[in-house]
């Protein structure tokens, strides 16, 4: 007697999710049409998947995919919680760090950074928690687009499938020339007016303490 209302839901069930997959690649192809094209990305943010975004491309896929699309902010802690964070982003996953002890980096002119071992699982764990593997979109950002790179390639390595590193990233790159040379005042979240704020979520930050290689 049941088996005509179960089938009837069953087949609700598979048009709710084709709607939702067709909406996702609708999403992802008008995103790839309007995507940073690789030709013009300096050498050291591409990316082996070669998938590139803005800061202002990136706002607008994690708006269309919502939670289909995870967003995740790799800066280390002190920049999100000095800097701020965009509001949209799923989470702040270190991709390096500053060790407790770090020496001083003469080349790099800061602290020694290291590669956070952690970064990769921890990814997995929040993605997992919503709903979402290695075959969805995620959005890599760091500052201005080099370590999202190194970042994405990492993912890329781990068989996520399509992953969009943020160009410009948050603060964006630094002025060659004028009155504010030197400043990151030309493109990034920031300065495209984009929704970030310094007030943090407790719930998006990695809060174990992160290893290093």
Known sequence: MNARP??????????????????????LAHTQAQAVEATV?????????????????????????????????????????????????DANIAYVEHPDDAPWDDKAGRFKLEVNSDFGPELARRMAAK??????????????????????????QLGYASVFSVVDGFEGDVATSGPRQGQRVVNGWKNADLPWSYKLDKERMTMTRLSSE
């Open 6 to 27: 179960d089938r009837r839901a069953s087949q609700r069930m598979r048009v709710r999710r084709w709607i939702v997959a067709t909406c996702a690649t609708l999403a």
């Open 41 to 89: 990305v300096p050498v050291i943010k591409q990316t082996t998947a070669g998938r590139y975004l803005d800061a202002r491309e990136a706002y607008a896929l994690k708006q269309k995919m919502g939670t289909k699309a995870f967003f995740v902010d790799v800066r280390t802690r002190y920049e999100v919680a000095y800097l701020g964070m965009p509001t949209v982003a």
């Open 131 to 156: 709903g979402l593997g290695k075959g969805d979109v995620v959005i890599v950002m760091c500052r201005s687009g080099d370590r999202s790179a190194r970042a994405a390639n990492l993912l890329s």
